[in-house]
C-alpha cells in the first residue's frame, strides 16, 4: 500500500518522539537502578535505545540510482530493545533465561520495520563429580544482511536449535568431549534457503596446570534443504559434512596469548560421487600490554554458516585492534577487519570487505552505559557493480535493573 508524503511525515514525527521518550526514561530511571543492579544478581532486566544513521543501507554500488529506492539511500534507524536475563542456581545445576525483543524503525524505508527476538532457555547441569554438561533451546528472529541480500529484499530469518553437550573428567587434566544439535531455519523471502541441519561432535581436551590448553575433535554436519531452487529439488542440494580439528590454547607470558586451531573439512552434496576438501583453522595472538591497554590480532578461515547464501562460500577473516580503558569509566576501542569471500553460487567470484570501527564506552556505574561508535565499510568485488561504501555513526544507551 503506498503511503503519502504527509503520512511518512506523520510517521517520521512518531518514531522520533518515541525515541526521544525513550531516552528521557533511560536517564530518568537511571538515577534510581544505579544503586540496585549487580552482575551477581538472580535476575537482571535492561532497557536499551541505539540511534545509527546508515549512509548506505542497502549496500549499494555508487552507481546505483537512490530514485530506485524511494530517493534515498541513507536511513536513520531507531532499533529500542527490552530483555532480561536469569541465573537460578538449584543446588549444583543451573537454569539460564535470556530474552530479548526489538522492534527497529527506518525513518525513510518504512517497509524495513520489523520486530525481532533472541531468546534462550539452558540448563547447565552436573552429575557426580565428573561429568557436567549444558541442555538448551534458543529462538532467534532478525532481518538479513544487505550484504547478502541484493536488491534491497527484505528478508527476515528464524533460527530455533536444540543444543545438548557432556564433559566426562577422566582426570584433573583430561576429559572426554560430546555434543549434538538440531536447529531449523525459515525465511520468509529466501524460503529457497531454508533448512535443517543435525550436528555431532567428539573429541578430547587436556588442561594443563600451568593454563594451557589442547583438543582434538571429530564433527559431524548435515544439512537439508526444505524448498526447491529453480530446478535443483530440495533433497539435492543438501550435504554431509565431516571435519577433524585440532586446537590449542597457550599462556606464552602472564600478559600474552596465543590461540591456534587447524582441521581439515571434508563434504559431500547429494548429487554429487565424489568428496571435496578444504583446510579450515586459525591463529590468535592477545597481549595485555599495559593495565589498561589490551592488542589483538587473528586470522581465521571458515566457512559461511549454512542458510545465509546459495553456494558454500568460504571466508577468510583477518583482524587487528586494541582497546583502551582510559579510566575506570570510559573505553575505547579500534578496531579494522579484512573479510575476503569466496563466492560459489550461480557464478564463481571474490569479494573483499574492509571494516574500520571506533568506538568510545562510558559507565558512570553497573547500571548506566553509553556507547557512541563510528563505522566504515568498503567491498570489492570481481562481480561488476557488486562494490559498495558505507559508513554509520551511531549511540547507544543501556540501563540495567
Not at 590448553?213 to 526447491?228: F, G, P
Amino acid at each position: 500500500m503506498r503511503v503519502s508524503r504527509f503520512g511518512r511525515r506523520q510517521q517520521d514525527v512518531v518514531n522520533v518522539r518515541a525515541s526521544i521518550l525513550i531516552l528521557i526514561g533511560v536517564f530518568a530511571l537511571g538515577g534510581y537502578a544505579r544503586a540496585a543492579v549487580d552482575d551477581s544478581d538472580f535476575i537482571v532486566a535492561y532497557a536499551d535505545v541505539s540511534t545509527v544513521f546508515d549512509s548506505n543501507v542497502f549496500r549499494l554500488a555508487d552507481a546505483v540510482p537512490a530514485s530506485q529506492y524511494g530517493g534515498s539511500k541513507s536511513d536513520t534507524i531507531i532499533d529500542p530493545r527490552i530483555g532480561f536475563r536469569m541465573n537460578w542456581p538449584l543446588s549444583r545445576q543451573q537454569l539460564v533465561l535470556e530474552a530479548e525483543v526489538s522492534r527497529p524503525s527506518y525513518l525513510q524505508h518504512q517497509q524495513l520495520d520489523y520486530v525481532g527476538w533472541q531468546a534462550l532457555a539452558a540448563w547447565d547441569w552436573q552429575l557426580g563429580s565428573d561429568l557436567s554438561g549444558r541442555l538448551s533451546y534458543g529462538d532467534d528472529r532478525s532481518l538479513s544482511e544487505f550484504e547478502d541480500v541484493m536488491l534491497g529484499v527484505k528478508d527476515l530469518v528464524r533460527q530455533q536449535r536444540g543444543d545438548l553437550s557432556a564433559a566426562y573428567a577422566l582426570t584433573s587434566n583430561w576429559a572426554l568431549l560430546a555434543s549434538l544439535g538440531l536447529s531449523e531455519q525459515q525465511h520468509d523471502r529466501r524460503d529457497y534457503l531454508d533448512l535443517r541441519q543435525e550436528n555431532a561432535s567428539g573429541g578430547v581436551r587436556y588442561r594443563s596446570d600451568l593454563g594451557s590448553e589442547l583438543s582434538v575433535s571429530l564433527d559431524y554436519l548435515r544439512v537439508d534443504y526444505l524448498q526447491d531452487l529453480w530446478l535443483l529439488p530440495a533433497d539435492e542440494r543438501g550435504y554431509r559434512q565431516w571435519m577433524a580439528k585440532l586446537g590449542g590454547v597457550w599462556p606464552l607470558s602472564a600478559k600474552t596469548t596465543l590461540r591456534a586451531n587447524y582441521g581439515v573439512t571434508s563434504w559431500k552434496y547429494r548429487f554429487d560421487s565424489e568428496w571435496q576438501r578444504s583446510p579450515t583453522g586459525g591463529l590468535g595472538l592477545a597481549w595485555q600490554a599495559s593495565e589498561k591497554t589490551r592488542l589483538y590480532a587473528d586470522f581465521q578461515r571458515s566457512f559461511e554458516a549454512p542458510g545465509q547464501n546459495i553456494g558454500r562460500n568460504l571466508l577468510e577473516n583477518y583482524r587487528v585492534g586494541a582497546n583502551w580503558q582510559a579510566t575506570s569509566r570510559t573505553g575505547l576501542e579500534l578496531s579494522w577487519r579484512r573479510e575476503d569471500k569466496q563466492v560459489r553460487q550461480v557464478l564463481a567470484y571474490s569479494d573483499q570487505s574492509d571494516f574500520w570501527r571506533l568506538g568510545l564506552s562510558y559507565r558512570p556505574d553497573a547500571a548506566l552505559q553509553v556507547s557512541l561508535y563510528a563505522q566504515y565499510q568498503a567491498r570489492h568485488s570481481q562481480l561488476p557493480g557488486n562494490d559498495y561504501q558505507a559508513s554509520q555513526l551511531g549511540i547507544d544507551l543501556k540501563l540495567q535493573y
